[in-house]
DNA sequence: GTTTGTGAATAGTTTCACAGCA
DNA sequence: TGCTGTGAAACTATTCACAAAC
């Protein structure tokens, strides 16, 4: 089933089996099946299975899953083998978290810089980076900074949108609960943490 | 089209339509036709129609969505009228984030409790509420606390979720990337942050 | 024996087009 | 005229079952 457009849905995936993987191959392991990294991950074995073949032959009939080489795959098709750089917008409680956040980096991301409007903030050292001036918030290309995070009030989350956007950002990662407006050419992710909270009760049952 | 089994992805906008509804509410409108609605959030007109129709006649043809039932009907169908109470653990840099983030109350959410670990943090007061120890974590149920939001590191998290689900917790809003295994009656989400960040490389133009 | 890769079947979701109502 | 509500069509994703590979 190669050369076929990859379903959104497998590329949501694709993260996950990533880290079991890694999560696997750092406990020395070497090979997988599909049916002891489903369980690992919660997921059904033909789902990984029928992800993995959209990109080509991954496995090895009777064996399973090279985990060095299954990983290197997976980076290289999320591309994130380059080592992305990301931007920080907004250093408050939301901010401050992510940028002490362990988790990006196991995925190669770093975040290389930080900008708040506060003054009091501004040139104050946090995680790594020292914080900047909104206002001056630009030309991030050159520094190979291609992706935004906005942890920003929502009413300011279309202006900082914008800033990114001319400073050449190409991707954004949105904890603002509001909808924004880029080209077509910008990727938006929006994590709205109310939002997901907001759908468990309808779940749950009701005594 | 009454009588349906709701689809998960429509339960998944209904969050979003609140909102939205409760912003329009706010600025003084009294009505809202899908059309406008659907701008203001980036969503389809007959997606916010058909996912309406699930649960029955919301609409005036003609005129549009009466704003103040409409956010009466998607409290009640959503639960959150009952105004729910959460229990938070781990109350580290992401932890902390939560306990001071805005964006619960707007849904009608508190949280209620905060647990750790660390002895240093026990005893203390954050966000009005004081920290406890997890050690002594149970009998939520005779608070009302039905919700749990874990925030710990990777490698307690299960150990967490199983206390949260003897305490009485029906639903757990799960920050960890690890995959945990909890009875059926309980709905687990997670939000990983980092994985959310690693699909967007992939959408992102090459140059 | 075990496990992958995949066409075909099934299930779920979005989009359309328009009848019917205000 | 403007807008909702909804069956039907189109599209997308998941699940199955089994041939082929190790």
Same mark, same amino acid.
């Given at each position: ?73 997976? /980076?290289?098709?999320? #591309?994130?083998?380059?080592?992305? *750089?990301? !931007?920080? $917008? ?7 978290? =992510? ?74 990662? /949105?904890?603002?609960? #509001?909808?924004?407006?880029?080209? *077509?050419? !910008?990727? $938006? ?7 997901? =909270? ?10």
């Amino acid at each position: 089933m190669r050369y076929h457009k990859i379903p959104d849905e497998t590329v949501r995936r694709l993260p996950v089996y990533l880290r079991g993987a890694m999560h696997l191959s750092q406990q020395g392991l070497e090979s997988i099946s599909s049916r002891h990294l489903a369980d690992l991950l919660g997921v059904k074995p033909w789902q990984i299975r029928k992800d993995f073949s959209y990109f080509g032959d991954f496995g090895t009939p009777g064996v399973g899953y090279h985990l060095e080489s299954l990983i290197k795959q997976i /980076n290289k098709i999320l #591309r994130l083998d380059a080592g992305q *750089k990301a !931007v920080l $917008v907004g250093v408050g409680n939301l901010g401050s978290a =992510l940028l002490a956040f362990p988790g990006f980096g196991m995925y190669g991301f770093e975040i290389a810089a930080a900008f708040d409007v506060d003054k009091r903030k501004i040139g104050r050292r946090r995680g790594g980076v020292v914080i900047g001036d909104i206002a001056k918030l630009r030309n991030l290309r050159r520094r190979g900074i291609c992706l935004g995070i906005i942890a920003v009030p929502e009413d300011t989350t279309q202006e900082v949108a914008d800033t990114l956007v001319d400073a050449g950002i190409k991707g954004i990662l /949105n904890f603002s609960p #509001r909808y924004i407006t880029v080209p *077509k050419r !910008v990727k $938006v992710i929006t994590i709205d943490i109310a939002m997901d =909270l907001a759908r468990l009760p309808y779940y749950m049952p009701l005594s």
